[in-house]
């Protein structure tokens, strides 16, 4: 089983519509990010966070809010989708801090398209 | 703020060739990490190589090398014998370093890499 997951894994919804992008992780991993990739733009972070209670805007949180249910858990919500919020989704976990580097690992991916 | 660059949009090169992807970057720490991923078209985000900035040997794992020059920043991958499984959009990316690390990858904008058979 894959130790990262995301769901829906592909999703069409309308202008206005509220959704809510799921993401799971058997890792035992505190931090859990979510990123927007955009072609010809990379990866973008959206939000972040240390573990439940710390939560974090990345560069481009405007139109997003998340929340982190538990440690394993940690979704993503547009509350009125728009179009360009058309995008393919990723959820990513790493270990604590407190060493230097602290590899991340992505979950497969939710492509998003807002009609 | 860091960036990242990747100047090329795509790439293509014949099975079993070598071929460099060329990345930059901008930032104002001296010590930092630099990542190639790979997403191949299932979408998976595939760390290929991790460069730390400490350190002035490259990076190598297998047939995937990095030419890191720090002075330029300047951090390109060279992959050998390249196999038609290689064929990606390739991505560079930065994180910070010790104390100040938030664990947050700055991406480059991708390179589309197509192996010919």
């Known amino acids: 089983d894959a130790d990262v997951t995301q769901t829906p894994r592909n999703r069409i919804t309308k202008t206005g519509k509220r959704i809510m992008l799921e993401c799971s992780q058997t890792?035992?991993?505190?931090?859990m990010y979510w990123y927007r990739q955009d072609p010809g733009l990379g990866l973008r972070l959206i939000y972040y966070s240390f573990d439940v209670k710390d939560i974090n805007k990345g560069e481009i949180s405007d139109g997003y809010s998340v929340s982190r249910q538990a440690q394993a858990k940690f979704s993503l919500s547009l509350e009125s989708a728009i179009p360009n919020q058309t995008a393919l989704y990723f959820c990513a976990t790493s270990d604590t801090g407190g060493r230097a580097y602290n590899e991340q690992f992505f979950g497969p991916g939710t492509r998003l398209t807002v009609l | 703020a860091q960036t990242v660059t990747q100047s090329q949009p795509e790439m293509s090169v014949q099975e079993a060739e070598t071929v460099t992807l060329s990345c930059t970057y901008d930032t104002s720490e001296s010590n930092y990490y630099l990542f190639w991923y790979k997403q191949p078209p299932s979408r998976q985000m595939i760390l290929v190589i991790r460069q730390e900035a400490y350190k002035q040997q490259n990076a190598t794992e297998n047939r995937f090398s990095v030419n890191f020059q720090k002075a330029a920043k300047s951090f390109s991958l060279k992959i050998s014998d390249s196999q038609l499984g290689d064929t990606a959009m390739y991505f560079c990316?930065?994180?910070?370093?010790?104390?100040?690390?938030?664990?947050?990858?700055?991406f480059g904008q991708g390179t589309t890499l197509q192996v010919k058979p």
């Open positions: 890792k035992g991993h505190d931090r």
């Open positions: 990316a930065f994180m910070k370093h010790g104390s100040s690390n938030t664990g947050k990858l700055i």
